[in-house]
Nanobody, 121 residues
C-alpha cells in the first residue's frame, strides 16, 4: 500500500509564502514523477508544478515564476515553495506521484488527501 501525505498548508496574507511537502511511504520501489495540483471551489483541478526523476520541471501558467518544485529522492519527498501568494491561489493542493510498487512492473498514479491553502487579507 502506498500513501502520499501532504503538509504545510495554511492561511497567509497576500504576498506571503508557504512551503508544502509531500512524502511517499509504503510499498514504494521507485517514483517517476511527483507533482502538485490544486482545485479551487467551483473550478477544475489544475496543474501547479511537476518534476521528474531528473531535473525536469513543468509549471502551470498561473503560478510560473512564483513557485518552485523540488524533490528529495532519497526521502521520497517533494516540496513546493510558493511565494508572492495571491487570493486566487486559494485552493486545496493535492500531491500526485507516479509510483512503481515493489512487485509490480508499471507505475500507477497516486493522490494525497489534499492540504488547504487560503490567501486572504
Amino acid at each position: 500500500q502506498v500513501q502520499l501525505v501532504e503538509s504545510g498548508g495554511g492561511s497567509v496574507h497576500p504576498g506571503g509564502s508557504l512551503r508544502l511537502s509531500c512524502a511517499a511511504s509504503g510499498n514504494v520501489f521507485s517514483i517517476s514523477t511527483m507533482g502538485w495540483y490544486r482545485q479551487a471551489p467551483g473550478k477544475e483541478r489544475e496543474l501547479v508544478a511537476i518534476t521528474g526523476s531528473g531535473t525536469s520541471t513543468n509549471y502551470g501558467d498561473s503560478v510560473k515564476s512564483r513557485v518552485t518544485i523540488s524533490r528529495d529522492i532519497a526521502r521520497k519527498t517533494a516540496f513546493l515553495q510558493m511565494n508572492f501568494l495571491k487570493p486566487e491561489d486559494t485552493a486545496v493542493y493535492y500531491c500526485h506521484a507516479n509510483i512503481i510498487e515493489r512487485g509490480r512492473g508499471l507505475p500507477r498514479g497516486f493522490w494525497g488527501q489534499g492540504t488547504h491553502v487560503t490567501v486572504s487579507s
